[in-house]
């Protein structure tokens, strides 16, 4: 055996030794759970199927007395939030990647082959726009904007009314990127997107 060999061995059992210390340490114990009462008993009272969302988080948003839920095979729909009754569904043949955004009179929704979709309350199409890349995360309208961050990491501002670019932001590519769906949040009159 040689020292190299000898020096090798000696250093992965020690290694091994000392991961198998750290297995068996006793370390912080956990908290003793509470004992949980419940005080408030939750029921279904409806439910509608709105369809699959696919590999995309698609989340429903609150306008006035309603919900608004899209689903990616390109439905989006008008619940009554007190009864499930379905007010509207718009069938819009697209994949929806992204949404659903609510602003005033604006409801917003993007697909996976960057276009933002806009529709009034009752369901009327509005506008549509192409922007770089897929739609992640839910548009969000700010004022006389409507903010969209993009599959190849941009955030593009929307004019609310027509859907023309007001102004785009891009950051560098990171080398590894996971698929994602960030929020983005308006402060004052700040976008804030992580």
């Known amino acids: 055996m040689t020292q190299k060999t000898a020096w090798l061995g000696a250093t992965v059992a020690l290694l091994a030794g000392l991961v198998a210390a750290g297995c068996g340490s006793g370390g912080p114990k956990p908290a003793a759970l509470v004992d949980f009462k419940p005080t408030l008993r939750v029921a279904e009272v409806w439910h509608v199927q709105?369809?699959?969302?696919?590999?995309?988080?698609?989340?429903?948003?609150?306008?006035?007395?309603?919900?608004?839920?899209?689903?990616?095979?390109?439905?989006?729909?008008?619940?009554?939030?007190?009864?499930g009754k379905v007010l509207w569904r718009v069938r819009t043949g697209a994949r929806f990647s992204g949404g659903v955004g609510v602003g005033e009179n604006l409801i917003l929704a993007g697909t996976a082959k960057g276009v933002?979709?806009?529709?009034?309350?009752?369901?009327?199409?509005?506008?549509?726009?192409?922007?770089?890349?897929?739609?992640?995360?839910?548009?969000?309208?700010?004022?006389?904007?409507?903010?969209?961050?993009?599959?190849?990491?941009?955030?593009?501002?929307?004019?609310a009314r027509d859907g023309s670019r007001r102004w785009l932001y891009q950051a560098n590519q990171p080398p590894l990127t996971l698929r994602a769906s960030p929020a983005m949040a308006r402060a004052?009159?700040?976008?804030?997107?992580?």
């Open 116 to 159: 933002v979709l806009a529709f009034d309350l009752e369901g009327k199409p509005l506008w549509n726009a192409k922007v770089s890349s897929k739609v992640v995360g839910v548009p969000l309208p700010a004022g006389d904007v409507v903010v969209v961050r993009t599959g190849d990491n941009r955030v593009v501002a929307l004019d």
């Open 188 to 194: 004052d009159k700040l976008i804030v997107a992580g």
């Open 50 to 83: 709105v369809g699959a969302s696919g590999p995309y988080v698609l989340a429903p948003a609150f306008v006035d007395d309603s919900v608004v839920a899209a689903s990616a095979g390109g439905d989006l729909w008008k619940i009554r939030a007190a009864n």
